[in-house]
């Protein structure tokens, strides 16, 4: 496509910058902090994190305020600023097993081994205004915790681990198997540094659609939901907690902890798949960066999804889904049609006018 160069508009594009720079500064209030952001707007950290595929909350926190809240942007901006640090190396491949669990649920059984920890979730509540926030104050929350931690004891510990609710399906045969293989068989590649090749394997898949936005996995993984696809999901384990970030010592070769990162991960459990042998059940998997259980969820109907043998709807083509799934590609796609398309329309101007006039003309007449 075409550009025409345009020339003379330099002051005019950096006031238009400035000025976006005014409509966040001009009103009255205190300027936020990151840390307020990073802090009362944990959710909103948690999904540019993961949309801008680094976990880093300071400057995904950053990268709010000065995008003004633009989502879209915020992770635009948290993944160019990704590009620009160096690679130092790779983790070592974790287990969910080891996360630091601050919730889990099953909606696929109601009594499981270790119980249910609801944890932090608005999933109980009535979504009604609360219009004590109107009086936010330090005293007020400092009577919330307390009051939320009154009668705590010490001993009230929580166990290091869970047991995987989805070992009781494989236990008894019901869930079907995958063939394990090395990474070299799988042909893991890195979605950041290559474009994706289709098929694409599960775990390049799986790397893309943790990148994903969350609004456009959902919206695949609710058509399906519905009926344009074949995923009736029930959540059979559903986790958010801390996961050990592992790495391997440069002098000593030894397993080494750097830290731990918030995350959520899902498996959801299909329908029985009674295509070939015995009906067993299928198992979808997501996991992103943060606290965010409908991007998990979603993410794991449509992992789910794109393994079937004959896409019949889009959410379950695996190109369609992880192309356009990506919120950073798809709005710098939409945004670059405000740019000047000056030459590309006057041609099809030429061209509407040309037709027209051929068209308006009188037939010739035969003697």
């Known amino acids: 496509m075409a550009y025409v160069a345009v020339k003379g508009g330099r002051v005019a594009i950096e006031n238009a910058a400035r000025f976006l720079d005014y409509e966040r500064i001009k009103g009255t209030s205190s300027p936020l902090e990151i840390e307020q952001i990073k802090e ?18 300071d400057l995904a926190a950053l990268a709010i305020k000065q995008s003004s809240g633009d989502m879209f942007e915020a992770a635009f901006i ?32 109601k009594d499981i081994p270790g119980g249910q920890v609801l944890g932090p979730t608005p999933d109980y509540s009535l979504r009604l205004m609360d219009f004590g926030l109107f009086e936010d104050s330090c005293e007020t929350r400092q009577e919330c915790i307390s009051s939320l931690f009154r009668g705590v004891c010490d001993n009230d510990e929580m166990p290091e681990n869970f047991p995987k609710i989805v070992e009781l399906l494989r236990k008894e045969n019901l869930l079907e198997e995958r063939t394990r293989r ?101 198992l979808g ?47 710098g796609f939409c945004n670059h049609f405000k740019l000047p398309h000056y030459v590309t329309f006057q041609s099809s101007l030429d061209r509407i006018r040309k037709t027209q006039e051929v068209w308006d003309e009188p037939e010739a007449v035969v003697e």
């Open 40 to 57: 009362q707007l944990h959710l909103l950290v948690d999904r540019i994190m993961g949309e801008g595929s680094l976990y880093a909350p």
């Open 78 to 109: 948290l993944r160019a600023y990704r590009t620009t640090q160096p690679r130092l190396g790779y983790s070592l491949p974790g287990s969910a097993d080891e996360m630091r669990i601050i919730r889990r649920i099953s909606a696929a059984f």
């Open 182 to 282: 090395s990474s070299s068989e799988l042909g893991v590649d890195d979605v950041t540094r290559g474009s994706i090749t289709f098929p694409a394997s599960r775990p390049t898949s799986l790397q893309s659609l943790a990148r994903g936005e969350t609004g456009g996995l959902l919206l695949l993984a609710y058509s399906n939901m519905r009926g344009y696809g074949n995923v009736h999901p029930t959540v059979g384990e559903l986790r958010v907690g801390f996961l050990p970030v592992k790495i391997r010592h440069p002098h000593t070769g030894e397993e080494y902890t750097i830290g731990e990162i918030k995350v959520t991960e899902a498996e959801i459990i299909s329908q029985s798949k009674t295509s070939v042998g015995t009906p067993k059940f299928t």
């Open 285 to 331: 998997y997501g996991l992103c960066f943060g606290h965010n259980e409908v991007k998990a969820i979603s993410m794991a109907v449509l992992d789910r999804a794109t393994q079937a043998d004959e896409p019949k709807a889009p959410s379950e083509d695996q190109e369609f889904v992880l192309t356009h799934t990506d919120g950073i590609e798809s709005m």
